[in-house]
T-cell receptor, first 115, second 113 residues
Framework: GAGVSQSPRYKVAKRGQDVALRCDPI?????LFWYQQALGQGPEFLTY????????KSGLPSDRFFAERPEGSVSTLKIQRTQQEDSAVYLC?????????????FGPGTRLLVL | SQQGEEDPQALSIQEGENATMNCSYK?????LQWYRQNSGRGLVHLIL?????REKHSGRLRVTLDTSKKSSSLLITASRAADTASYFC?????????????FGKGTKLSVKP
């Protein structure tokens, strides 16, 4: 079956440009997570949705980062006025219900390079 | 930081050898997971061990958990070149959202044919 998909796979942006990263979770998965992975590091949590509700955005590094999931399926992570330190791989994951024993299924990520 | 720490940071072995990776974590957990990440298949869940379990097997993988020492190990037996990847010890954060994962920095495993 189809897994989590993300687009674009690669994005090059000039500093100051706005970008939008898309995540299509596995169909029927209630919970959706965004993570940021810097080079040579493990992924770090950004934000979490249960259906359309954003229940936790404590990991978003600044108010330039904004995420939405208006219909409870597809999610978009938007970064305004990109900075060089935003360069990273952005990973999306989904799980069936988000419970503590649920496996999270990850997408291939979007590699963002800010010049 | 709540991140766990994997040890070693990098490991290079020959095909057929066993690979052991260790992880230490800092908080109470209900379960601990190991994930693998390579360029071909991205980040993939390998195995989950619950806090009341001490050892778990899945194919060529063996995971141990010592909650008194807050440590875990992952053993890959009879390694293959396809096992080349980064391996992460992962646990859930209960303080914040219901189930966001906390990753360590990972162990980079290289298996030479």
């Amino acid at each position: 079956g189809a897994g989590v998909s993300q687009s674009p796979r690669y994005k090059v942006a000039k500093r100051g440009q706005d970008v939008a990263l898309r995540c299509d979770p596995i169909s029927g998965h209630v919970s959706l997570f965004w993570y940021q992975q810097a080079l040579g590091q493990g992924p770090e949590f950004l934000t979490y949705f249960q259906n359309e509700a954003q229940l936790d955005k404590s990991g978003l590094p600044s108010d330039r980062f904004f995420a939405e999931r208006p219909e409870g399926s597809v999610s978009t992570l938007k970064i305004q006025r990109t900075q060089q330190e935003d360069s990273a791989v952005y990973l999306c994951a989904s799980s069936l219900s988000g419970g503590t024993k649920e496996t999270q299924y990850f997408g291939p990520g979007t590699r963002l390079l800010v010049l | 930081s709540q991140q766990g720490e994997e040890d070693p940071q990098a490991l290079s072995i020959q095909e057929g050898e066993n690979a052991t990776m260790n992880c230490s974590y800092k908080t109470s957990i209900n379960n601990l997971q190991w994930y693998r990440q390579n360029s071909g298949r991205g980040l993939v869940h390998l195995i989950l061990i619950r806090s009341n379990e001490r050892e778990k097997h899945s194919g060529r993988l063996r995971v141990t958990l010592d909650t008194s020492k807050k440590s875990s190990s992952l053993l890959i037996t009879a390694s293959r070149a396809a096992d080349t990847a980064s391996y992460f010890c992962v646990y859930m954060n209960y303080g914040g959202s219901q189930g966001n994962l906390i990753f360590g920095k990972g162990t980079k495993l290289s298996v030479k044919p």
